[in-house]
Structures are given as C-alpha cells and as structure tokens.
C-alpha cells in the first residue's frame, strides 16, 4: 500500500492540539496543560491549540462544523508540523460531511491519536496519507506522574526517525488501566499502579508474514462501515490488521459479530494476519482470544498469524501503530516489527 509520508518532526517544530470529538480538553485545563507542558519540555516542540480546541464539551458537541474546520486550518498552516488530538469520543463521526479531502492530500502533516480518533484516520487514508495510531494529549502526555519511558521512546522512534522502526518490543515496565479522577487536580502527580508486565500472545500460526498496517477501534470501524470512507477490499488486501477496543469493554460477542462481518465482507481470507490490543483492563482477555480462534475456525484460517494482548489502544503505555506501512509477523522467533518508517 502506498502512502505519502509526512515529515519527521524536529525539535523547535510546531504542533496543533485539538478536539475531534469529545471536549475533554477544555473541560480540564489542568490536565490539559500537564500535557501541554510534557510536549513542550520532553519532545522540544512549540504547543498551540487550534481555535476551537478548549472550547466547552458542550460547545463542542454542538459544533462539529467547527471541528472540521479545526482540522483543515490546522492542515492548511504551514507552519503546524503535525497534529495531536486531545482526546477521543463518540461522535468525530459527524465532521465528515464538512471534510475537504483534497486540504489533506495538499498539505500532508503528522497526525496522531487513537480510540474515536480512528474517523480522522480514514479521513487521512482516503487522502493517500500516513498517519499515525497513538496516544493522545490528555491520555499519554497527562499521565498522572509523568510519561513512561516505553512511550516517550516510542515518540521518538515514530514521529522524530525516519528510519524502519524495527522490532518493536512488548512493554516491560508494566501496563495500567487504573482509573484515578482525571476533574481531581490533585491526583495529577500520582502514579498509576502498575500491574505485572506480560508477553505478548502469539495465539495462532507458525510463520512469518508481512503486511500493511490497517486496522482502528473496534467500535469506531463500525461507526465506518457503509461511509465514503469505507476501504474497498483491495485495500484490505495483504494487510495486516490491528484492532482494539474502547474503555466500554464490549462482550466478547460483539468481537465475535464484528468479525464475521469482516469475514462475509471477504476481507479476513485475504490479509496476512491480525494484532489484538490488550482490552482495558485485561477485562475478556481469554474470551477475546477465543472469539478470534473461533471466527477464524469458521472461515478455515487456522494458520493465519494472529498476536493478542499487545501493548497499543485503550492500556498504558502504548507503542504507535502508523498506518498503510509494512510490518511483519514472525509466529516462528515470536516477534513483531514494522519494517518501514512512518515518516521522511
């Protein structure tokens, strides 16, 4: 697949903050501006917010023209480097039809976010534009204590390097889903505990595969389906698919649903393999993993490659995932790279 990759940033660069979907940011300032203030200090960037980034949750909810046009000022300026959502939602669905796709193919910068941020994903995609599955202002560069070290590194490897990112590693310094009171100024400086690190889970297969990357939040792709911005499976061809779900925490039926709507759409029979996030909280790990094998039973694909469990989504911390570049899976030494940059 073949994606035009926007520049590797560089300390001294300018980066646009903004809401896409829930206004989060504007409801917590003081979170807003720990995250502000981890940009600035540990990546060297110049922070600013786009115009309507710290308007009211309602404001922003009532205005998704205005997002939109957040989105294509912060394309159409020059000096911007890349942009950062703040947080994700429910609803970034609704600034699609106030989209002008050709503002992003002319002007192709870093983006970055996850969970609803997967709109603005195929928004880019349809543009013919890398963009990059990660964390966002108020969830990685706010955590409560400090940034982890596995996702500064990660940052790093992605948006400032323009070499193939390589083997990418699962997290060993431990992973959180604790939930501590993000309106308590006060928690601000605790850390989270941490729960005991584990290895990724190499479920399925015994061979190595490579693939573009394409994949989001489960429940966001569903919000998709049936959209302009919908793949053809073409696309989906020879990818590898990367999928993760939301603090909701859906039953592992809905897992099981989604799945065999990918399998009747003829889309799992022709990519190479799958990458499952851990699910918040560990919550259904097991049952996930046996709703993958069960989906994949049902179409005869019991050899294709498939890793549960991997440190991306809706846990902490997480490593960037950038869409449409190249990865492989090696289920023979248990490993996992992407085997291209994300940016020139």
């Not at 896409?20 to 504007?26: P, R």
């Not at 070499?163 to 604790?178: A, D, F, M």
């Not at 989906?295 to 902490?316: K, R, S, Y």
Request: aromatic share 12%; with cysteine.
């Amino acid at each position: 697949m073949k994606l035009i990759k926007p520049k590797k940033l560089n300390k001294g660069d300018k980066v646009a903050t903004i809401s896409l979907s829930w206004g989060g940011a504007g409801e917590l300032l003081h979170r807003y501006k720990q995250g502000k203030k981890q940009l600035e200090e540990t990546f060297g960037l110049e922070v600013v917010e786009t115009k309507n980034a710290l308007k009211s949750a309602k404001w922003i909810y009532e205005n998704p023209k205005a997002r939109a046009e957040d989105l294509m000022e912060a394309f159409e300026d020059k000096s911007i480097k890349a942009i950062i959502s703040n947080i994700g939602g429910e609803d970034s669905l609704r600034i699609l039809k106030h989209i002008d796709i050709s503002v992003i193919q002319k002007n192709p910068k870093i983006f970055l976010g996850f969970s609803d941020s997967t709109i603005t994903h195929y928004l880019c995609l349809k543009a013919g534009l890398c963009s990059f599955y990660g964390t966002s202002l108020l969830v990685g560069f706010a955590e409560n204590g400090g940034m982890h070290k596995y996702q500064i590194d990660d940052l790093f490897n992605n948006l400032f390097n323009a070499n193939p990112i390589g083997e990418v590693l699962p997290n060993k310094e431990g992973w959180t889903s604790e939930r501590l009171d993000w309106f308590d100024p006060t928690l601000l400086t605790q850390k989270r505990k941490l729960e005991t690190a584990k290895e990724w889970n190499f479920i399925q297969g015994n061979s190595i595969v490579q693939g573009h990357l394409l994949g989001g939040c489960m429940e966001v792709l569903e919000f998709l389906k049936g959209t302009d911005y919908w793949l053809n499976a073409e696309i989906w061809k020879d990818s590898i698919l990367f999928f993760e779900t939301s603090e909701d925490m859906p039953t592992p039926a809905y897992v099981r649903w989604w799945l065999r709507n990918y399998a009747e759409q003829g889309i799992l029979k022709n990519v190479k393999g799958i990458i499952f996030a851990r699910p918040y909280n560990n919550t259904y790990v097991a049952e996930y993993n046996a709703e993958i094998l069960k989906v994949l039973a049902e179409e005869n694909l019991t050899q294709l490659p498939v890793i549960t469990e991997m440190d991306f989504g809706h846990t902490c911390p997480t490593f960037t995932i950038p869409f449409g570049v190249k990865a492989e899976i090696d289920c023979i030494k248990n490993k996992f790279k992407i085997l291209e940059s994300g940016v020139e």
